[in-house]
T-cell receptor, first 115, second 113 residues
Framework: EAGVVQSPRYKIIEKKQPVAFWCNPI?????LYWYRQNLGQGPELLIR????????DSQLPKDRFSAERLKGVDSTLKIQPAELGDSAVYLC?????????????FGPGTRLLVL | DQQVKQNSPSLSVQEGRISILNCDYT??????FLWYKKYPAEGPTFLIS???IKDKNEDGRFTVFLNKSAKHLSLHIVPSQPGDSAVYFC????????????WGLGTSLAVNP
């Protein structure tokens, strides 16, 4: 079974430029998460989707971040414009909803460096 | 305010010995706890979990203990192997709170041959 796929793996941009990250979850997983992980920290949830619906985006900085999950499968996270403080690893995870708790499966992440 | 705390940034053990990683939490509403392992340049990998109705869960070499009164959980790895060298994250959540996981800062484990 293929795992969560993310691209690109690395991205270097200058501040004020836009950037986008793509995620393909595990087949059949209807819940998708975007996390940001800063160096030396644990992952911080940005947004969670149940199918196409964003059910928790309370931590997403909406002035510059946007996300979409068309057709309830792939998802894209965008930053426009990027700031120096956005340098981090952006992780995508997926799970199957329905049980008391779902195990989240993570992709390898996209490492973003904003210069 | 760090609701999930892993107070040891690093731990070093000899191959074959026991590794004990600790995690403390402050929110008594957490009802589910998970441990993830992370290798460099990879995403976290689920290791083991425990619900608040249990005090122990075992999976092979990995055992998680939960002490609700002390708001403390620990991960035991016996015997430790060099391939266990990674960063271990403790995470906690509440099924009724949008199932949001709160993560600790991680503990870097080095298992020496």
């Amino acid at each position: 079974e293929a795992g969560v796929v993310q691209s690109p793996r690395y991205k270097i941009i200058e501040k004020k430029q836009p950037v986008a990250f793509w995620c393909n979850p595990i087949s059949g997983h209807n819940t998708l998460y975007w996390y940001r992980q800063n160096l030396g920290q644990g992952p911080e949830l940005l947004i969670r989707y149940e199918n196409e619906e964003a059910v928790d985006d309370s931590q997403l900085p909406k002035d510059r971040f946007s996300a979409e999950r068309l057709k309830g499968v792939d998802s894209t996270l965008k930053i426009q414009p990027a700031e120096l403080g956005d340098s981090a690893v952006y992780l995508c995870a997926s799970s199957i909803s329905g049980g008391a708790w779902e195990t989240q499966y993570f992709g390898p992440g996209t490492r973003l460096l904003v210069l | 305010d760090q609701q999930v705390k892993q107070n040891s940034p690093s731990l070093s053990v000899q191959e074959g010995r026991i590794s004990i990683l600790n995690c403390d939490y402050t929110n008594s509403m957490f009802d589910y706890f998970l441990w993830y392992k992370k290798y460099p340049a990879e995403g976290p990998t689920f290791l083991i979990s425990i619900s608040s109705i249990k005090d122990k869960n075992e999976d092979g070499r990995f055992t998680v203990f939960l002490n609700k009164s002390a708001k403390h959980l620990s991960l035991h790895i016996v015997p430790s192997q060099p391939g266990d060298s990674a960063v271990y994250f403790c995470a906690a959540g509440n099924a009724g709170n949008n199932r949001k996981l709160i993560w600790g800062l991680g503990t870097s484990l080095a298992v020496n041959p």
